[in-house]
């Protein structure tokens, strides 16, 4: 049996073979059921997204109850952010490709929060100027997933703060340091912007609710990971007078290198493929990746390979598999040693090409719109 | 020789009978001292505001460096602030009163930081709306002194974040909770709005040198229990490019009550004058007032009377002798016994009344262009 230190999962920190039964039962969130996926399959129109199809959105906390008001009239937002540390690469989309097909289907509004203060904060080796830069760019990669200009708003933090402060000050007054300590891993010597940092995640939580002055009710798509954040949200929300904030956790998308969660901290950029890698950068790092085939051809043909620890598999799955019955043929060839790991490898190289084409067009296309998503005035004066 | 530890001054707690000698060595600031009032005299064109000519303004930090960067053509800044937690009472006019006066003698320009927002995280009894709106009338009855429309500009904190919050993100990165807990005496179950609040109230320091990009030096005249905080500002002005604003300290100004200094934290409403006080509460208070008369009117009339002890005479110090001639009037006759304490608070209810209503003209004028003054948007995107 495990030891339970075998693996750590916190919002500045991710480490280890993790264990997402036992991590969600630490947690104490709820398991997202063949009954939950059957009720989302049916609300949107006969469509389940892959994301949720594949068991990559594992766990929530109260989506049923959600769900139920969607059914009953009452539509739920969505919320998800980005810290704009550098270029985006493909396991950021997971929460946005989730959150466009909702926006789809539902027709309902989506919050994007880009926080260039708080990773100003958070990586010293960052300017203000970087983190602004970065904010923007990763924005327009955001917005060119596929999100409704009308339905889409966004605060990116700099910009927004005026429309954000308001209700920031109200929340901040709830947490303590305490707190946040205890969330995430604080010192002493924690800049005093990182500390207050939670209060401004936790504001669009609940800006819908009180932009409109009734209880709306929201959605966070999210890495397992930011969960104990989101927990403090919770936490506060009553005594605000907000509904608290369901969450929808995904798992972690692992890295190429072979290790954990997909992670370029530290210089390891040949751990994920950024969206500005040019086709021959993605070439080799998808030629270079870790897989879970065998030492030889003919071991592999004899014996197949293991898709569940090979980043290859890990990104047909999360991403470039568009259709399931592509998705279970990779996987059962693969299994079964027809699929060889060079060819798979070449037939996601040339799916990812495709898909940064697609990409970079309709990234051109935002441009023309995404300053106009930007929230930057309060609903009200207090 | 009195212990270490009779008196506390920190920025959130004021108590004991303060040496202000001892209690500026232990800062390790400067005095004022006749060649530093020769000085200001000189520049001020032969004119000396009464706060400075009868050592209320005791001690200060870089005051010379910066008197002679003005004699060289190199104009500062005022700032100073007002934590809006109900009405002003005349103990919180010393800082702005000498503003005043400096603004109209040298011709420079005035910031004004209204924090609202700090006020409902620090004082767990006062809702949003009324910090808000004790801001607002705060902010009245401070213009109303006499501050020039056309040099002077307010942060009121939560209408002016979009301005102030570019340049706090910068700030906030310097600071460390272990800083704010050394000066603050912070602790744990702190909330996180009043430890990120130092950063904001920091950037009023270098809000003009960030908006001209070139230095633009500051005076913070304050009470000498505000120290604590502007160290913390000056130890990262060098570290953000801008020049350590210089410190005017200000002597506490005592309660009615005869006890320490003017506060009405606990309820203790008699021990403060509150420029909102009708007539006749005015005049029931100063009659209550704590004195430094005899027990009887034969004994005074013999011994003199104590005006370093007196309420009264604070109040003549502070504010209400107009001219050093009735100023040193009242203290002579006073100690000398001819003036009874009946008398001399006969005599300070009409001053006060009068200006009283003086400045209640003066506040509606204001109103008429208070707005113009907030500023709401930042110089530079970042």
């Given at each position: 049996m495990a030891e339970p230190d075998d693996f750590v999962v916190t919002p500045y920190e991710v480490r280890g073979k993790i264990d997402y039964t036992r991590l969600r039962e630490q947690f104490g969130t709820e398991e997202v059921t063949a009954q939950v996926l059957a009720r989302i399959h049916h609300l949107a129109g006969g469509e389940l997204h892959p994301l949720l199809a594949r068991g990559i959105y594992y766990s929530h906390r109260d989506l049923v109850a959600l769900l139920d008001g969607y059914a009953n009239g009452r539509p739920f937002f969505l919320y998800s952010g980005r810290g704009p540390s550098g270029p985006l690469h493909t396991s950021h989309l997971v929460p946005f490709d989730l959150c466009v097909w909702f926006q789809r289907r539902l027709g309902i509004p989506m919050y994007i929060q880009i926080t260039d203060d708080e990773k100003f904060w958070a990586k010293g080796g960052l300017t203000r100027e970087e983190t602004a830069q970065w904010g923007l760019e990763n924005l327009y990669d955001i917005l060119a997933l596929g999100f409704d200009p009308k339905r889409t708003h966004v605060f990116f933090d700099s910009r927004s703060i005026s429309a954000l402060y308001p209700l920031a000050i109200r929340v901040a007054r709830k947490i303590t340091f305490s707190n946040v300590k205890a969330v995430?891993?604080?010192?002493?010597?924690?800049n005093i912007g990182l500390v207050f940092y939670t209060a401004l995640q936790s504001v669009p939580c609940f800006w819908p609710s009180w932009a409109e002055g009734r209880a709306v009710p929201c959605l966070v798509p999210c890495g397992i990971d930011q969960d104990p954040h989101f927990r403090l949200t919770r936490d506060i929300a009553e005594g605000l007078g907000y509904p608290k904030p369901a969450l929808l956790h995904s798992q972690m998308v692992p890295g190429l290198l072979g290790e954990g969660v997909m992670s370029t901290t530290g210089g390891r950029t040949d751990d994920a493929l950024y969206l500005n890698d040019p086709p021959a950068v993605v070439e080799r790092k998808l030629r270079a990746a870790f897989t879970g085939g065998r030492a030889t051809v003919e071991e592999q043909r004899r014996l197949g390979a293991t898709p569940e620890i090979c980043s290859i598999w890990a990104l047909w799955r999360t991403?470039?598999?568009?259709?399931e019955a592509k998705f279970q043929e990779i996987t059962r060839t693969c299994r079964s040693g027809e699929l060889l790991c060079g060819d798979c490898k070449g037939e996601l190289i040339e799916r990812v090409h495709k898909f940064y084409e697609q990409h970079a067009a309709a990234r051109d296309r935002v441009k023309s719109w995404a300053?106009?998503?930007i929230v930057t005035s309060a609903p009200k004066p207090i």
């Amino acid at each position: 049996m495990a030891e339970p230190d075998d693996f750590v999962v916190t919002p500045y920190e991710v480490r280890g073979k993790i264990d997402y039964t036992r991590l969600r039962e630490q947690f104490g969130t709820e398991e997202v059921t063949a009954q939950v996926l059957a009720r989302i399959h049916h609300l949107a129109g006969g469509e389940l997204h892959p994301l949720l199809a594949r068991g990559i959105y594992y766990s929530h906390r109260d989506l049923v109850a959600l769900l139920d008001g969607y059914a009953n009239g009452r539509p739920f937002f969505l919320y998800s952010g980005r810290g704009p540390s550098g270029p985006l690469h493909t396991s950021h989309l997971v929460p946005f490709d989730l959150c466009v097909w909702f926006q789809r289907r539902l027709g309902i509004p989506m919050y994007i929060q880009i926080t260039d203060d708080e990773k100003f904060w958070a990586k010293g080796g960052l300017t203000r100027e970087e983190t602004a830069q970065w904010g923007l760019e990763n924005l327009y990669d955001i917005l060119a997933l596929g999100f409704d200009p009308k339905r889409t708003h966004v605060f990116f933090d700099s910009r927004s703060i005026s429309a954000l402060y308001p209700l920031a000050i109200r929340v901040a007054r709830k947490i303590t340091f305490s707190n946040v300590k205890a969330v995430f891993g604080f010192t002493p010597s924690t800049n005093i912007g990182l500390v207050f940092y939670t209060a401004l995640q936790s504001v669009p939580c609940f800006w819908p609710s009180w932009a409109e002055g009734r209880a709306v009710p929201c959605l966070v798509p999210c890495g397992i990971d930011q969960d104990p954040h989101f927990r403090l949200t919770r936490d506060i929300a009553e005594g605000l007078g907000y509904p608290k904030p369901a969450l929808l956790h995904s798992q972690m998308v692992p890295g190429l290198l072979g290790e954990g969660v997909m992670s370029t901290t530290g210089g390891r950029t040949d751990d994920a493929l950024y969206l500005n890698d040019p086709p021959a950068v993605v070439e080799r790092k998808l030629r270079a990746a870790f897989t879970g085939g065998r030492a030889t051809v003919e071991e592999q043909r004899r014996l197949g390979a293991t898709p569940e620890i090979c980043s290859i598999w890990a990104l047909w799955r999360t991403r470039f598999a568009e259709s399931e019955a592509k998705f279970q043929e990779i996987t059962r060839t693969c299994r079964s040693g027809e699929l060889l790991c060079g060819d798979c490898k070449g037939e996601l190289i040339e799916r990812v090409h495709k898909f940064y084409e697609q990409h970079a067009a309709a990234r051109d296309r935002v441009k023309s719109w995404a300053e106009s998503t930007i929230v930057t005035s309060a609903p009200k004066p207090i």
